[in-house]
């Protein structure tokens, strides 16, 4: 089997690769984490994510990493500073522009490695739209759905005790001081999405506490998600 870096290989690399393999695109954000974490957060965790999967599945499966997008859709973030955002259309036209670039290269087959719950539905969109158009056959992963959930802590929450855990075990240098917090109590309604600016005003544009977050913890949960996403990855790349 085989594994390509697209941002290191070649075209004719790429041009004999592609036709049977597997491009993993990886989908961050730059947006902002609270006074304690970097912007990069999201895109820094799902590139370390795949990057480390493909690694792992390469002895099963055909695949080829594509450079990750670090931009999505954050408006809601907006108001707190520090973040780059896409319109909902700007996400998916990008997308589905790339799905696009990659079958005009030889491709057949793509992920895409969400890190960023703002992008869920673009992806969606994005992969229905490219899926329909030109033929190719698209996945959307959540990386956060692979992990079995833990009762006292979202996940993945938004700089919270997760997020912040995670890069903890990867990227040390982008989590600050941090202060223990306790959270207003919210209403939600079981089953039912419910997006409010007001309710990040609340919370101060983060979900939970990151005081609680440990490297070891995040060590594991990094463990648990390489082993299912680089499963999942072996698994796509081996359809008929």
């Known amino acids: 089997m085989t594994l390509l870096f697209w941002a290191e290989s070649t075209r004719e690399e790429l041009r004999e690769a592609l036709p049977d393999s597997l491009v993993v695109l990886p989908v961050g954000a730059t947006e902002q984490h609270g006074p304690h974490l970097a912007t990069g957060t999201d895109a ?52 589905t522009d790339l799905a696009r670039s990659i079958v005009e290269c030889g491709g057949r087959r793509l992920v895409i490695v969400n890190g960023h719950g703002g992008n869920r539905g673009v992806a969606q969109a994005a992969a229905a739209k490219a899926a329909s158009a030109y033929d190719l056959t698209v ?4 990386y956060w759905d692979l992990l079995a959930r833990v009762p006292d802590t979202p996940i993945p929450g938004h700089a919270g005790e997760f997020e912040t855990a995670m890069l903890l075990a990867l990227r040390p240098e982008f989590v600050r001081r941090r202060q223990p917090r306790t959270l207003p109590a919210e209403s939600g309604v079981d089953g039912v999405e419910v997006h409010e600016a007001a309710a990040w005003r609340r919370i101060d544009g983060y979900t939970d506490d990151p005081a609680r977050a440990t490297r070891e913890r995040g060590m594991a949960w990094l463990d648990e998600c390489l082993g299912a996403l680089a499963d999942r990855l072996s698994t796509l790349a081996n359809r008929p």
Not at 74 to 82: E, R
């Open 139 to 142: 996945a959307v992963i959540h």
């Open 44 to 95: 820094a965790i799902v590139k370390a994510i795949c990057r480390f999967a493909v690694v792992r599945a390469a002895d099963s499966a055909r695949l080829v990493l594509a450079p990750p997008l670090r931009f999505g859709v954050s408006g809601h973030h907006l108001p707190f500073g520090g973040t780059l955002s896409l319109s909902p259309e700007t996400a998916i036209a990008v997308l």
